[in-house]
């Protein structure tokens, strides 16, 4: 029997301190804009340790970045000793990112009808001085960034090491790693090749492009990722565990050697739907899992998934049903804490407010009729579009939108009538495009793209919750 590799993943806790807020009118605005549950992260991230905690079945917990949700030195406190209780049961190895230093200002108390900016944040020693137990003190090497943070190789378990690796800049203009940072873990893997460890890598920002570029170009992936997942992959990781975009989705890129690298992003902890990845790997196979936190107890009331299903749907909901209710005040409020500003607004709300409205009321049934006067009867299958007649149309966008954060758990597989309705809707500008032959080719490219994009949500042939496959032999023995 060889060795065994047992252990979770998480990320994107962003830890938010209930003492940084009243709970009052400026807090539900930033609250209704996010994905994430801040003022329920406490109660959701110790639900999660404690499951890990009494988990046999693991080793290990990684941790791959934005600890806390803008880098409030409270946050950090509190999250230190949430960390050292895990740690008593479990190995806990940690790498902060840009969220954990606030790199872009935003920390922020929201008490009442304003909020303030938080002066006290941390830094990059603050960084090493927290979380240095979690990894750092363990490793076998390290390696100091330009910006002071750490990189660290840490042995896992018997005939694993663990790359901890910090991508929050690559000196030029990005996220990523300089050419001597990169140096330093190819030395590494070479090393670990050497003593006939296998290696397994976590870091922040996404290395494999995944769904469609339209996506990939936002910012997800760190920069140059494609000398990255070459130099990772020919070098020998076989799994590579990261964060940033809240999206769940396993990836796989073959190197130019053949050796195989798996990618698991990994949606945020704290939003739909409370991911919890576990990886096992031995000498035959590499299998990934993932686990949800089902319900937690915020001040004194137990929450289920659908909470956290509900939460994250506002991110739209919000804004739309602010903007159909007629409150001209209110949408302009819920467009401002989602970064919306434009004093135009309310002269367009009349027309905003009838679209909203119709957007959040109709059924299939009477959209697909509406549909089909306007392409003569060619638009949207009329069977299909029957079938689910009386289901809302934003419902539907819901589930689609939502499964860009849970893998694909309202998959609308390809033969149903609600894939088919989407489909055929969403092919129509395409159509459209393709039959005028003056439309530029960047404006044709965005739609194929997003037509992908849907599909993909819909129907992916990967299964982003699951995975199991035969390891590459990487090490010669």
């Not at 499951?51 to 409270?74: F, R, Y």
């Not at 396993?250 to 945020?268: D, K, M, P």
């Not at 009838?354 to 009477?366: D, P």
């Amino acid at each position: 029997m060889g060795n065994k590799a047992r252990f979770a993943v998480l990320t994107d806790l962003h830890y938010f301190s209930p003492s940084l807020t009243d709970g009052g009118r400026a807090y539900q605005l930033r609250s209704g804009s996010d994905q994430k549950c801040l003022l329920e992260s406490g109660a959701i991230i110790d639900k999660a340790f404690t499951m890990l905690a009494g988990d046999e079945t693991i080793d290990s917990v990684l941790i791959c970045g934005d600890i806390t949700d803008d880098g409030e030195t409270v946050c950090h406190e509190e999250m230190v000793e949430k960390l050292r209780f895990l740690n008593k049961y479990k190995n806990v190895y940690v790498i902060t990112a840009t969220h954990d230093r606030c790199t872009d200002g935003n920390a922020k108390t929201y008490f009442g009808d304003e909020y303030q900016h938080l002066e006290d944040t941390a830094d990059a020693d603050d960084m090493y001085k927290y979380y240095r137990k979690f990894g750092i003190d363990q490793a076998i090497s390290t390696y100091k960034t330009h910006l002071g943070l750490y990189s660290y190789v840490v042995k896992l378990c018997d005939g694993f090491r663990l790359l901890g690796l910090n991508d929050d800049s690559n000196g030029v203009n990005g996220s990523g790693y300089s050419p001597e940072h990169m140096q330093w873990i190819v030395e590494q893997l070479q090393q670990a090749k050497k003593e006939g460890d296998r290696v397994v890598a976590m870091q922040h920002h996404v290395v494999l492009g995944h769904y469609v570029p339209f996506l990939t170009g936002m910012g997800i992936c760190c920069r140059d990722r494609e000398w990255v997942a070459e130099t990772f992959a020919s070098n020998g990781v076989e799994a590579l565990f990261v964060g940033h975009s809240h999206f769940q989705n396993i990836t796989e890129y073959t190197a130019e050697n053949g050796n195989r690298l798996v990618q698991a992003n990994i949606g945020s902890l704290v939003g739909h739907p409370g991911p919890i990845f576990k990886v096992n790997i031995d000498d035959d196979y590499i299998s990934m899992n993932t686990e949800y936190v089902k319900e937690f107890t915020f001040e004194g009331k137990t929450y289920n998934t659908e909470y956290l299903y509900e939460h994250s749907k506002g991110v739209v909901a919000n804004l739309l049903n602010a903007a159909a209710s007629g409150d001209v005040d209110e949408f302009v409020a819920r467009c401002g804490a989602m970064g919306i500003r434009n004093e135009k607004l309310p002269k367009f709300y009349f027309l905003i407010k009838k679209l909203a409205r119709y957007i959040t009321t109709v059924n299939v049934g009477s959209f697909a009729k509406t549909v089909n006067r306007l392409t003569f009867g060619k638009g949207i299958d009329k069977t299909a579009a029957k079938q689910i007649a009386d289901k809302k149309v934003i419902d539907i966008a819901y589930e689609i939108f939502l499964n860009l954060f849970d893998g694909g758990i309202n998959a609308h597989k390809k033969g149903t009538p609600t894939y088919t309705v989407v489909s055929d809707f969403i092919s129509i500008p395409g159509k459209i495009v393709n039959k005028l032959g003056f439309v530029p080719d960047n404006v044709k490219s965005i739609l194929t793209e997003i037509t992908e994009l849907v599909h993909l949500l819909m129907d992916d042939n990967i299964d982003n919750n699951y995975y199991r496959a035969r390891c590459t032999k990487l090490i010669e023995k």
